[in-house]
């Protein structure tokens, strides 16, 4: 399955994935095969940080 490529939709299906089934960015982002980094930087153009205690991006 491919990542969403609009921000917003991007930010939904990531803090979903995260909250049910990945303890941290860096596990999702390898089961996606992409950096998490990069990941980082596309929900940052919308204005959200990852929040690693809350295991979101907010």
């Known amino acids: 399955m491919n990542l969403p490529n609009d ?3 991007l930010l939904s299906f990531v803090n979903t994935q995260l ?3 990945y303890s ?3 596990e ?3 089961a996606y095969m992409t ?3 990069i990941l980082e930087k596309k929900l940052a ?3 959200y940080t990852y ?3 809350l295991n ?3």
């Open 35 to 37: 950096d998490a980094d």
């Open 51 to 53: 929040d690693s205690k």
């Open 56 to 58: 979101q991006f907010i």
């Open 28 to 30: 999702l982002a390898g």
């Open 19 to 21: 909250r049910d089934n």
């Open 7 to 9: 921000p917003v939709m």
């Open 24 to 26: 941290d960015l860096s």
């Open 45 to 47: 153009s919308i204005n």
